[in-house]
């Protein structure tokens, strides 16, 4: 059966690049957005640049009552108000995948800083903030948003996974590799998240000091995990 995947916050750069790749790989993908003219402008053009799968525009909730699997691609200034207006569509059979970065940016601080989160991290604050039957996994920040849009390019990065549900982590990491050159690496429980959202943060001071816009990231010695 072809999987759906809501890219809630799919209008944006990260979420349209994810949005792209799975598209491209067949999967049936969903548009969010609050306004619906701008998710179904975004659908039209990922569909036409994709040549594949088929691609949506949708409010958030309406984009969430249709998935499998919802991505969360908002800004941490944005997370918790699209969560609560998400809420009554995430049920257990919906995993909540949060690729949130906490940039002190949004707070008027550094570009290639995290803010401390009470929680201890964005996708930890996310499953609070979510009904407790809900599986929420941490994943794709380490994804270059302009590598995603490089189609015609594999795309040179692992994606580490957290979250405490193995089941979801695996339904995730599949989709996660559909998109050529992607690893997707099992990186233990949600605590962990905390270590992915600040690894975002590393690449993008690296690629302010190197001049680059898409550094990634690999893993080496696993390779009897990877398919």
């Known amino acids: 059966m072809q999987q759906v995947v809501a890219v809630v916050g799919g209008t944006g750069a990260e979420g349209s690049g994810l949005a792209l790749r799975f598209a491209k790989a067949g999967l049936r993908v969903?548009?969010?957005s609050r306004n619906l003219d701008r998710a179904q402008a975004a659908a039209r053009q990922i569909a036409s640049q994709a040549g594949?799968?088929?691609?949506?525009?949708?409010?958030?909730?309406?984009?969430?009552?249709?998935?499998a699997i919802v991505i969360l691609t908002v800004p941490l200034s944005a997370q918790v108000e699209t969560l609560k207006s998400i809420r009554?569509?995430?049920?257990?059979?919906?995993?909540?995948?949060?690729?949130?970065?906490?940039?002190?940016?949004?707070i008027g601080g550094r570009l290639s800083r995290t803010v401390t989160l009470w929680d201890g991290s964005a996708a930890q604050?996310?499953?609070?903030?979510?009904?407790?039957?809900?599986?929420?996994?941490?994943?794709?920040?380490?994804?270059s948003a302009e590598?995603?849009?490089?189609?015609?390019?594999?795309?040179?990065?692992?994606?580490?996974?957290?979250?405490?549900?193995?089941?979801?982590?695996?339904?995730?990491?599949?989709?996660?590799?559909?998109?050529p050159g992607v690893h997707a690496i099992d990186a233990g429980p949600l605590d962990n998240a905390r270590y992915l959202e600040s690894s975002a943060a590393l690449l993008i001071a690296l690629?302010?000091?190197?001049?680059?816009?898409?550094?990634?990231?690999?893993?080496?010695?696993?390779?009897?995990?990877?398919r």
């Open 30 to 32: 969903l548009i969010g």
């Open 52 to 67: 594949a799968g088929e691609v949506t525009g949708h409010t958030n909730p309406d984009a969430v009552s249709k998935a």
């Open 88 to 106: 009554t569509g995430l049920t257990s059979a919906v995993i909540l995948v949060d690729a949130t970065v906490p940039l002190e940016i949004g």
């Open 125 to 143: 604050q996310a499953a609070r903030l979510v009904p407790a039957a809900v599986p929420v996994v941490a994943s794709f920040h380490a994804l």
């Open 147 to 179: 590598a995603l849009a490089r189609l015609d390019q594999p795309v040179d990065c692992d994606t580490l996974i957290c979250g405490d549900n193995p089941e979801a982590k695996a339904a995730v990491s599949q989709v996660a590799e559909t998109i």
């Open 207 to 226: 690629n302010l000091r190197h001049k680059v816009k898409h550094c990634g990231l690999r893993i080496t010695g696993l390779g009897h995990v990877y």
